[in-house]
């Protein structure tokens, strides 16, 4: 009986605990749970012509979503982008209840926005850079890829 | 003896030719009719083709007729002397082909854009011009000339020839960057014509002739061309002017500054804020020089009528 009872007790706590961290994870990174995101990547590029934009496949979209739960916090920073290559925007829409977040992402500094939180995470590896890149692939004129390429080259020690 | 020079360079010499004894006499009955072909010139400077120095030795029909010894027959001024003088006899030999398809395309493309235009405006066509969109501007003040720093570039802006030029704030862009519609659907070329279409505007596209082409040249489908057609010549008309510039990135894209208050340059980037600083950080203070990343082709300067707009 006392055993029963511990038992239950510790399935209790277990629970709560699990339901706490699953509370905290929705509420500090962009993934939700059971939702479906499509993902609008937006290269920005140009100063006269049309940035190339272009759709994550559903496993792009689930990475990028990856790779952003796993990213520590920054403070807000101003993003210095001049003439060239100046970084990504990425639009997610959740397709049940269609709102949006934005993603602004330039040189390893991200910035996250859900309309009511704005939060600034720092992506050392530039990850997400690489893998928006990557996305766009033969979509982008090769000139324009290799020139982003090697923006996101480490500089030389 | 008439000597003609295409004022078409600025490091190699000018191409220069004599006129025969007929077209000198064709030049002088041109004169004649239209003083103003042997005034002085009205605009001093700019890249490319700038009109023709004619230079008056020994003769005694000029002299009889009281004609300057030289004067200047200026881009813009009379598009049928100035075809005629690049067509005379003895140019062939002097011009070669490729820069004589430049100053014929210059004077095509200014003087067609300009008569065109201004025949709509005066017939009152609602396109031209509209206020409606336009950025701010800190009205006229005495203008600051830029200092003329570039060993390429002759001459200065001048007041006298321009009328007033346009200026807004170097320091204040909340009419573009205020809020995100306005930054994410208006481009360099929006900024540098201080014209908020929100369509991501592009050289020519008003006119139905966009540019296609990334180059400077004055040629149909370039990108000098095509924003002649928008506004943006070579030379003044309306009296309240902005100056702008354009670049290129080969092969890439085009990207546009406008003169701002204070002497300094401002410009914005695509779908970034507009600013008032180059890729280095710094003030730009001539664009010609400053740190411009892939854009590493200048251009021309340009200048576009206040109230104009793009699509």
Redesign the interface.
């Known amino acids: 009986m006392k055993r029963a009872v511990w038992f239950l007790l510790a399935s209790l706590l277990m629970t709560c605990t699990m339901n706490r961290s699953g509370q905290v994870n929705s509420q500090d990174t962009a993934t939700t749970n059971n939702l479906e995101e499509h993902a609008k990547v ?1 290269l ?8 190339p934009s272009w759709q994550l496949s559903p496993e792009q979209t689930k990475t990028l979503i990856s790779i952003l739960d796993a990213l520590p916090s920054s403070e807000p920073k101003s ?6 290559y ?1 970084g990504f925007l990425v639009s997610l829409t959740d397709s049940a209840s269609g709102e949006s977040k934005i993603i602004r992402v330039y040189k390893g500094l991200v910035q996250y926005n859900t309309g009511s939180v704005e939060k600034y995470l720092t992506d050392k590896d530039r990850k997400i850079e690489h893998l928006l890149l990557e996305s766009g692939g033969s979509r982008l ?1 090769s ?2 890829y290799n ?1 982003v390429e090697r923006e996101l080259k480490p500089p030389h020690p | 003896m008439i000597n003609v020079e295409l004022d078409i360079f600025s490091g190699n010499p000018n191409p220069k030719w004599t006129l025969s004894n007929k077209e000198a006499n064709e030049l002088l009955d041109r004169v004649m009719a239209d003083r103003s072909l042997a005034a002085p010139p009205k605009t001093v400077g700019g890249l490319g083709y700038r009109g023709y120095i004619i230079s008056v030795e020994d003769d005694a029909r000029f002299q009889r007729a009281q004609l300057p010894s030289r004067f200047y027959v200026s881009a813009k001024n009379s598009m049928d002397t100035e075809s005629w003088l690049l067509n005379s006899t003895e140019s062939e030999k002097s011009v070669a082909d490729g820069v004589r398809q430049v100053a014929l395309d210059s004077i095509r493309s200014t003087n067609q854009a300009w008569s065109q235009l201004w025949s709509d405006y005066m017939q009152g066509k609602p396109s031209y011009p509209q206020l409606e969109g336009s950025g701010p501007t800190i009205g006229s003040p005495t203008p600051d000339i830029p200092p003329d720093t570039k060993p390429d570039i002759e001459g200065t802006v001048s007041t006298d020839a321009c009328g007033a030029l346009v200026y807004s704030s170097d320091t204040n862009f909340s009419f573009w960057n205020g809020d995100a519609y306005s930054q994410y659907n208006n ?3 929006n900024f540098a014509s201080n014209y908020k279409s929100n369509t ?1 505007a ?2 020519g596209r008003k006119a139905y002739v966009q540019w296609s082409v990334l180059d400077c040249g004055n040629y149909a489908g370039a990108i000098g061309y095509a924003s002649a057609y928008d506004g943006h010549t070579n030379g003044c008309w309306s009296g309240y002017e902005y100056l702008t510039c354009f670049v290129i ?1 080969p ?6 500054y406008r003169l701002c208050a204070n002497g300094h340059w401002c ?6 804020p507009a600013r008032n600083y ?2 280095s ?1 710094y003030w730009i203070t001539d664009p010609y020089y400053c ?5 590493t082709v200048f251009c021309s300067y340009r200048y576009f009528p206040h109230g104009w707009s793009v699509v």
């Open positions: 937006t920005y590029v140009f100063s006269g012509r049309e940035n993003f210095f982008e001049g003439l060239g100046q004129e000139g324009i020139a | 481009n360099c070329y991501f592009q050289p990135w092969g890439s894209d085009y990207h546009w410009h914005k980037p695509g779908q970034t180059d890729n950080g740190n411009r990343g892939p854009y």
